[in-house]
């Protein structure tokens, strides 16, 4: 692995995203490898198109697309042998990159994800939601059929062979992309070594419902496209679980007490 590129999607996100741009280079200079940072925003109305520019990424502005098109934009000018996707509110560790390496140089490798947690300060249901793909630390590696594109590291040929993302969905991209991958015969490794922080987790509990709602916008798409699989049903009927709880804590009527606990099956 001699070159990276780091595409990173971004729409508004200018407190986050010289963290997310500093990070990716530090860990591309910890391992010793060229870096390409790319940044394509969606038509942000803050600074962040600015920061990132004093960052020293390339920035594409884009507006108007949804994220597998902007993820598409930026594969498509990378010159990379290997691309990242990054979101743009993710602190990558600093040993992201050398972990991932030495892994590839050990076992046959062809896409590679961190899993993610939340800094301290994040309120519980964050934590508690983001912590729910979080795998055994038993198992530090380990072959899955499903990366969220948080962080993604893969081999260029294989982001060619699939295609890409595909540019119509508005949410669930990950899953679809991912899917589409190991059906295409790539293996797809979890690492839990090293853990990456999700920096846009949500300030309230109203917040957290409506961008969880937001998130399953394009589920009944994926179920046509994909076929009607637990992998697919298990999200959202979490989030329907979430949301009985939400109606139950605002009902006059009792309410059921609940007690989270992380689910490694996820």
């Not at 939340?118 to 309120?123: I, L």
């Not at 072959?143 to 119509?168: A, C, H, Y």
């Not at 922080?197 to 998130?215: A, D, I, P, T, V």
Request: aromatic share 10%; glycine share 6%.
């Amino acid at each position: 692995m001699s070159q990276i590129s780091i595409v990173i999607p971004m729409l508004n996100e200018a407190p986050h995203i010289a963290r997310t741009l500093l990070a990716a280079q530090h860990a591309a200079d910890a391992a010793g490898l060229e870096c390409e940072l790319i940044v394509v925003d969606n038509g942000s109305d803050d600074r962040g198109p600015q920061i990132a520019d004093q960052c020293g990424a390339h920035v594409l502005l884009e507006p108007g697309l949804l994220i597998g098109a902007l993820r598409n934009r930026g594969a498509a000018i990378a010159t990379g042998e290997w691309l990242a996707f990054v979101d743009a509110d993710i602190e990558v560790p600093e040993d992201w990159l050398t972990l991932l390496v030495k892994i590839e140089t050990a076992v046959q490798v062809d896409v590679l994800g961190l899993d993610l947690h939340t800094p301290a300060q994040a309120p519980w249901y964050a934590a508690a939601w983001q912590r729910r793909t979080l795998r055994p630390s038993a198992q530090t590696v380990q072959s899955v059929q499903w990366l969220p594109s948080s962080n993604l590291l893969m081999r260029r040929t294989w982001f060619s062979k699939i295609g890409g993302f595909d540019e119509t969905l508005r949410t669930g991209e990950d899953k679809d992309f991912s899917m589409r991958l190991a059906a295409a015969g790539a293996r797809l490794l979890s690492v839990n070594q090293s853990i990456a922080l999700h920096w846009g987790y949500e300030g309230s509990w109203r917040e957290w419902m409506g961008k969880e709602f937001w998130r399953q916008g394009s589920h009944l798409q994926l179920l046509h496209s994909n076929g009607m699989t637990l992998r697919l049903l298990r999200f959202p009927i979490l989030s329907v679980a979430a949301w009985v709880l939400d109606l139950q804590r605002c009902s006059p009527w009792p309410t059921v007490s609940f007690i989270w606990r992380p689910c490694y099956f996820c």
